[in-house]
């Protein structure tokens, strides 16, 4: 007992390395739980988007629109488990990959996410969470595409489309931006939660699609009004709560005030634009459309996506006024060149992500996020810095999207046979209709779910749609 003061200390020395060598990280349950409700919400914004499309086209093509965003979560998760997410997300690299552009195989199938360990951006939270709250990036983004080329694309040729465009034009995007080892991350290229990632990529791919797809049968001689305006409203207003997920969750913490900061300025931003979109409306028709505020509200929404995190609300009112005008015009000028985007993903998304991405770089400030500044800071670098991946992102996209396309145009064909086309891809593509009554209505049946309703289809239209 007259040693214990010497022996004391070598045990509490050896009890202290035990102990470091069981400690093991432990992620922040804060984090975590924001981060799971995040990832939630941003899933639920590519049925929003459904919704959102569905409502914007003929009755006769409602179901094939909203079946074009829903078989995304489907194709995608398949793909970002077995190899997306190793390749958009490795941060060591095999010298025999792209440096800066495309990540290895060592996450494959999941190898190694198995959330005991952080991923290098996210330090709070398990990696295996940080893989699923950006699968739903991956999810919505290809679905986007979809808005352009709608009613008059062939829906197994564009399952093929959107399982190719997520490998070869957003996995490499989304590297080069998000990934530590990505290029445009190295240089301080600037995007918190998509602007270049999701929007641009989409929406330049969206304009390259319609382009080769050609214009729906009947374009410009035609009436292709909306054909449920509720259904716009409700997908916008689903996409705009998603949103908060979207942006807020981008932040990949609830601590701090970069996540509240993101929250606030997607919400300003998205409501500032609406209004704006509405007054031009007023002004250029004498209208305030249910249509337009929706769109207005989503172009705010997109606009403020690169720089939720790294400007301030009164900087969001600024983006989300600028963007509602700019998409607003490129719209106008969409329409002058008989081109038949036909839910205008371009002006909205393209545009809109561009404008987001560029004003990033005139608004950003350091007392909101460390790693950005802008031109009303001074530092009219990142201008630069932000225009380079605006350029890479529409010009892979572009590229990529043009080789797919005529490819699956060689191998597949891209459009559905004109008679099909004519009587709607709801029949011709899925063998069912959206509404009950008319002349491809459904009558009730007898049985389980799956036999409760049965087709009532005339005959012609069946020999029409192959049956």
């Known amino acids: 007992m007259k040693n214990w003061k010497m022996v004391l200390p070598l045990v509490l020395a050896f009890s202290g390395l035990a102990f470091a060598q069981d400690a093991k990280w432990a992620a922040d349950t804060g984090d975590t739980a924001w981060l799971l409700v995040s990832t939630a919400l941003v899933m639920l914004m590519t049925p929003a988007l459904g919704f959102f499309y569905g409502g914007l086209v ?23 488990i077995t190899v997306g997410f190793s390749l958009a997300f490795t941060t060591d690299k095999d010298p025999n990959w792209i440096s800066g552009v495309l990540g290895s195989l060592k996450y494959a199938f999941l190898n190694g996410i198995d959330g005991t360990a952080p991923y290098p951006t996210a330090p709070t939270i398990p990696n295996s969470l940080f893989m699923i709250f950006q699968m739903m990036f991956a999810i919505i983004t290809p679905a986007l595409i979809s808005g352009a080329i709608i009613e008059r694309m062939k ?96 932040a990949v913490a609830a601590g701090g005030n970069l996540a509240t900061n993101a929250f606030i300025t997607t919400h300003v931003a998205a409501a500032v634009a609406m209004f704006a979109w509405v007054l031009l409306e007023m ?48 719209i106008q000028i969409k329409n002058r060149l008989n081109l038949d985007d036909s839910l205008d993903v371009f002006a909205c998304h393209g545009v809109g992500g561009i404008t987001g991405a560029l004003l990033t770089g005139v608004f950003a400030q350091k007392s909101i996020n460390s790693l950005g500044s802008g031109l009303i800071e001074g530092n009219g670098e990142q201008m630069l810095k932000q225009l380079g991946g605006v350029l890479f992102a529409a010009a892979l996209a572009a590229v990529g999207t043009a080789v ?37 209505g459904v009558t009730p049946g007898a049985g389980s779910i799956g036999s409760s309703v049965t087709l009532s289809v005339p005959v012609n239209a069946k020999a029409v749609a192959g049956d």
């Open 58 to 80: 003929r009755s006769k093509n409602a179901l094939n629109t909203m079946m074009m965003s829903y078989i995304a979560l489907g194709i995608v998760t398949i793909l970002w």
């Open 155 to 250: 829906f197994k040729t564009y399952m093929v489309f959107i399982a190719l465009w997520l490998l070869v034009v957003y996995v490499p995007v989304c590297h080069a931006v998000w990934s530590p080892d990505g290029f445009l991350f190295k240089w301080g290229a600037l995007d918190f939660a998509g602007g270049t990632v999701v929007h641009i990529t989409a929406g330049v791919s969206a304009l390259v699609a319609a382009i080769i797809l050609g214009p729906r049968r009947g374009f410009g001689r035609v009436a292709m009004a909306p054909h449920n305006v509720p259904f716009v409203l409700l997908g916008a207003g689903l996409l705009w709560f998603g949103w908060f997920g979207f942006n807020g969750g981008s």
């Open 283 to 330: 002004f250029k028709n004498g209208h305030a459309t249910a249509v337009g505020a929706a769109t207005g509200a989503v172009v705010g929404l997109v606009a403020i996506t690169p720089a939720a995190g790294f400007v301030s609300p009164m900087a969001a009112m600024a983006i989300g006024a600028i963007a509602a005008g700019v998409s607003f015009t490129a």
């Open 404 to 440: 797919l396309m005529y490819t699956l145009k060689a191998v597949m064909g891209l459009r559905p046979d004109s008679r099909d086309e004519e009587q709607g891809l709801d029949l011709a593509d899925h063998g069912e209709s959206g509404y009950h009554g008319g002349e491809y």
